[in-house]
């Protein structure tokens, strides 16, 4: 029994010696692989270092402290971390392992002066935390270069290669540095998760909060901004479109590429050390896509400015504008929604319901805001086939300092929209207590002829005070008219294939005064008449002729106003005067009937539309052959008579 015990006590001993020789033996191997990887990272031409390298054999967890890497030539991102520890460690094989954990404390990145801007920017990392983490053994070299597209490159290219159910990060620090032309900050984000990363891809990504300070540097006066956005949520990232924009053999890629699925926040908060204060409900943007053949950064960067106290000259300024137009035509967006904002100004505090974009219409809905006048309200304004790329193209053409704008560059204004709506409006009328009120503002065109609309509607609904300063409505101030409600629908369309323009119809409804109508048509109408060269287009007006003319005035108070004013203008009783009128009409009516009996018609059915009140009164012209457009209206300007003779004339008139 004696030599039974002794033996079990020897083997027992036998087996310690072996297990911590054993674990001796692995630890420095542990050592060995580490310090083999920071080699290679010396032999790149960095600076690598690190402290104590542990192993424990049981659990699997390497973990190595004080790291610090310095790309070293052209220095220009120096990483530092306290630890890392890697549980439940293994190769999976020959390029790759992995970790049921990884734990990293004390991480800070600097990168030093980088791009054309020279930012300098830090981010420091307290704790981050990696489940179920593959990646590969041996990382790649840092780039030594100067570019700041090779830096992004290798980060996204490493993001790609690893894998982890999640990532969980409680803070992280980012500081700032422009300079002092274009101002430093700090932003702090709280409660960073991402969950299911792989291939460059991440599931969700969470974020508590993000707070951040900005010193703004302006002319004669410096800024200091300072906010707060909670709950920021990032839905199906895919780092892999970035990417290939980033690689120069990608540069023919056209196809749209899914960066972001869903973009959120909750609320924001802006405040300024000048006073301001802005509040935002949240956030939302959907289906972000870029195209790699336009989205190039690598272009970007380049046209950023070296020296930023040169400006940038006329020809620099337009081909930058170009460049940026062509990047935003790498961006597809299907939906943005900015929800309730308040501005807080020393003036009052302005309101907005509302911003939305989506499908090429770009809206602001619910303003509510002061102005000098009084308070200003807006139900919705709307620009349609928004796009921004067009947009910039058009104003870089207005940007030659000293020249005015050609035609033709503004009438780009009509290849940038097709549109614009503003609807609900309440606004104080100059300097009185009245307001107007618009219920609609509607303008939509198309079917453009170079840079000219053949095609367009225009509708007004709105009640506007009048203005007893203006000459023009002195008459209906006189009159004790004190408004005018307006309502217009303008619509004119040109049919190349017929050569046919018609206007139908242009109706403008002056409330409690008149309704008038218009009706006309031209044929033979060529495209040359678009043209923006004045000659060519006299030229080619030489062959419009003249269609139907037809026209109509309604009576809701006109009448009675013109007699009131001319009663009071010759101190006459309004009877008297309407009778003067109507004899002032016959007279001069029967000028007319000498040279062209058929205008007997028309003078009787104005005579008779003055004689009674709230009578509709309508004239149609036919033409009684081909009249020409243009030789139409030199006759109208020297002898009107003459040319009433070239068309039927009927007139009516009906309560």
């Given at each position: 029994?004696?030599?039974?015990?002794?033996?079990?006590?020897?083997?027992?001993?036998?087996?310690?010696?072996?297990?911590?020789?054993?674990?001796?033996?692995?630890?420095?191997?542990?050592?060995?692989?580490?310090?083999?990887?920071?080699?290679?990272?010396?032999?790149g031409g960095a600076k690598a270092s690190h402290g104590k390298v542990a192993f424990?054999?049981?659990?699997?967890?390497?973990?190595?402290?004080?790291?610090?890497?310095?790309?070293?030539?052209?220095?220009?991102?120096?990483?530092?971390i306290g630890a890392i520890k890697s549980t439940g460690i293994r190769q999976v094989?020959?390029?790759?392992?992995?970790?049921?954990?990884?734990?990293?404390?004390?991480?800070?990145?600097?990168?030093?002066?980088?791009?054309?801007?020279?930012?300098?920017?830090?981010?420091?990392?307290?704790?981050?935390?990696?489940?179920?983490?593959?990646?590969?053994?041996?990382?790649?070299?840092?780039?030594?270069?100067?570019?700041?597209?090779?830096?992004?490159?290798?980060?996204?290219?490493?993001?790609?290669?690893?894998?982890?159910?999640?990532?969980?990060?409680?803070?992280?620090?980012?500081?700032?540095?422009?300079?002092?032309?274009?101002?430093?900050?700090?932003?702090?984000?709280?409660?960073?998760?991402?969950?299911?990363?792989?291939?460059?891809?991440?599931?969700?990504?969470?974020?508590?909060?993000?707070?951040?300070?900005?010193?703004?540097?302006?002319p004669g006066k410096a800024d200091k901004l300072t906010g707060e956005i909670s709950?920021?949520?990032?839905?199906?990232?895919?780092?892999?479109?970035?990417?290939?924009?980033?690689?120069?053999?990608?540069?023919?890629?056209?196809?749209?590429?899914?960066?972001?699925?869903?973009?959120?926040?909750?609320?924001?908060?802006?405040?300024?050390?000048?006073?301001?204060?802005?509040?935002?409900?949240?956030?939302?943007?959907?289906?972000?896509?870029?195209?790699?053949?336009?989205?190039?950064?690598?272009?970007?960067?380049?046209?950023?400015?070296?020296?930023?106290?040169?400006?940038?000259?006329?020809?620099?300024?337009?081909?930058?504008?170009?460049?940026?137009?062509?990047?935003?035509?790498?961006?597809?967006?299907?939906?943005?929604?900015?929800?309730?904002?308040?501005?807080?100004?020393?003036?009052?505090?302005?309101?907005?319901?509302?911003?939305?974009?989506?499908?090429?219409?770009?809206?602001?809905?619910?303003?509510?805001?002061?102005?000098?006048?009084?308070?200003?309200?807006?139900?919705?304004?709307?620009?349609?086939?928004?796009?921004?790329?067009?947009?910039?193209?058009?104003?870089?053409?207005?940007?030659?300092?000293?020249?005015?704008?050609?035609?033709?560059?503004?009438?780009?204004?009509?290849?940038?929209?097709?549109?614009?709506?503003?609807?609900?409006?309440?606004?104080?009328?100059?300097?009185?207590?009245?307001?107007?009120?618009?219920?609609?503002?509607?303008?939509?065109?198309?079917?453009?002829?170079?840079?000219?609309?053949?095609?367009?509607?225009?509708?007004?609904?709105?009640?506007?005070?009048?203005?007893?300063?203006?000459?023009?409505?002195?008459?209906?101030?006189?009159?004790?008219?004190?408004?005018?409600?307006?309502?217009?629908?303008?619509?004119?369309?040109?049919?190349?294939?017929?050569?046919?323009?018609?206007?139908?119809?242009?109706?403008?409804?002056?409330?409690?005064?008149?309704?008038?109508?218009?009706?006309?048509?031209?044929?033979?109408?060529?495209?040359?008449?678009?043209?923006?060269?004045?000659?060519?287009?006299?030229?080619?007006?030489?062959?419009?002729?003249?269609?139907?003319?037809?026209?109509?005035?309604?009576?809701?108070?006109?009448?009675?106003?013109?007699?009131?004013?001319?009663?009071?203008?010759?101190?006459?009783?309004?009877?008297?005067?309407?009778?003067?009128?109507?004899?002032?009409?016959?007279?001069?009516?029967?000028?007319?009937?000498?040279?062209?009996?058929?205008?007997?018609?028309?003078?009787?059915?104005?005579?008779?539309?003055?004689?009674?009140?709230?009578?509709?009164?309508?004239?149609?012209?036919?033409?009684?052959?081909?009249?020409?457009?243009?030789?139409?209206?030199?006759?109208?300007?020297?002898?009107?008579?003459?040319?009433?003779?070239?068309?039927?004339?009927?007139?009516?008139?009906?309560?």
């Amino acid at each position: 029994m004696k030599r039974i015990l002794i033996g079990l006590i020897v083997a027992a001993v036998l087996a310690a010696g072996g297990w911590f020789g054993f674990n001796l033996y692995v630890q420095h191997r542990a050592t060995a692989e580490v310090e083999a990887a920071f080699e290679r990272l010396r032999a790149g031409g960095a600076k690598a270092s690190h402290g104590k390298v542990a192993f424990e054999l049981s659990s699997r967890t390497l973990t190595v402290e004080d790291v610090a890497v310095d790309p070293g030539n052209q220095s220009q991102a120096l990483v530092k971390i306290g630890a890392i520890k890697s549980t439940g460690i293994r190769q999976v094989d020959e390029t790759r392992f992995a970790a049921d954990s990884i734990d990293i404390s004390g991480f800070e990145v600097a990168l030093d002066e980088v791009g054309p801007g020279k930012l300098k920017i830090s981010y420091k990392i307290p704790q981050m935390t990696l489940r179920d983490y593959a990646g590969p053994l041996h990382l790649q070299s840092a780039p030594t270069s100067g570019s700041l597209i090779d830096v992004y490159r290798f980060v996204l290219d490493q993001f790609a290669s690893v894998t982890a159910t999640s990532v969980t990060v409680p803070s992280i620090n980012v500081n700032f540095d422009a300079g002092s032309s274009s101002g430093s900050g700090e932003v702090v984000y709280s409660g960073l998760a991402l969950q299911n990363l792989g291939r460059g891809k991440v599931d969700a990504m969470k974020t508590d909060r993000a707070t951040f300070t900005i010193n703004v540097q302006q002319p004669g006066k410096a800024d200091k901004l300072t906010g707060e956005i909670s709950t920021i949520i990032v839905n199906d990232f895919d780092s892999t479109p970035i990417l290939a924009a980033l690689d120069p053999q990608m540069s023919g890629d056209d196809s749209y590429r899914r960066v972001y699925r869903q973009i959120s926040t909750g609320p924001y908060v802006l405040k300024s050390a000048q006073g301001m204060r802005m509040d935002i409900d949240g956030f939302a943007m959907e289906d972000i896509d870029v195209q790699p053949s336009k989205f190039r950064l690598a272009e970007m960067f380049a046209l950023l400015p070296q020296d930023k106290s040169a400006p940038p000259t006329p020809a620099q300024a337009r081909e930058l504008l170009e460049k940026v137009a062509g990047f935003y035509e790498g961006i597809r967006i299907g939906k943005v929604e900015i929800g309730k904002t308040s501005v807080g100004t020393p003036q009052g505090t302005g309101k907005i319901n509302a911003v939305r974009y989506r499908q090429g219409e770009f809206a602001v809905e619910g303003v509510d805001a002061p102005s000098p006048q009084g308070q200003f309200k807006m139900e919705r304004f709307a620009l349609k086939s928004f796009s921004m790329p067009n947009l910039m193209r058009w104003a870089a053409g207005l940007a030659t300092p000293g020249q005015v704008p050609s035609p033709d560059q503004m009438l780009g204004l009509f290849r940038v929209l097709e549109g614009a709506e503003i609807k609900g409006v309440v606004a104080p009328f100059k300097n009185t207590r009245q307001l107007v009120t618009i219920d609609t503002i509607s303008l939509n065109w198309g079917q453009l002829v170079g840079s000219i609309p053949s095609k367009a509607n225009l509708v007004v609904k709105m009640v506007t005070p009048t203005d007893p300063t203006s000459p023009a409505q002195r008459a209906l101030t006189m009159a004790g008219v004190d408004k005018l409600a307006i309502d217009l629908d303008l619509g004119a369309a040109w049919t190349e294939s017929s050569g046919a323009f018609a206007l139908t119809p242009a109706t403008i409804d002056l409330g409690n005064l008149a309704k008038a109508q218009a009706r006309f048509a031209l044929a033979n109408v060529p495209r040359g008449v678009f043209s923006l060269d004045a000659a060519q287009a006299m030229g080619q007006a030489a062959q419009i002729e003249t269609g139907a003319i037809e026209l109509s005035l309604h009576d809701s108070g006109v009448v009675d106003l013109v007699v009131a004013q001319f009663a009071r203008i010759q101190n006459v009783s309004r009877d008297a005067a309407r009778s003067a009128i109507v004899e002032m009409i016959r007279a001069q009516g029967e000028k007319v009937t000498t040279a062209n009996l058929d205008a007997k018609p028309a003078v009787d059915a104005i005579a008779g539309f003055v004689a009674t009140s709230g009578q509709t009164l309508t004239i149609k012209l036919t033409p009684l052959g081909k009249v020409p457009m243009l030789q139409l209206m030199d006759v109208l300007n020297h002898e009107p008579i003459v040319a009433l003779a070239q068309f039927r004339i009927e007139a009516s008139t009906g309560l």
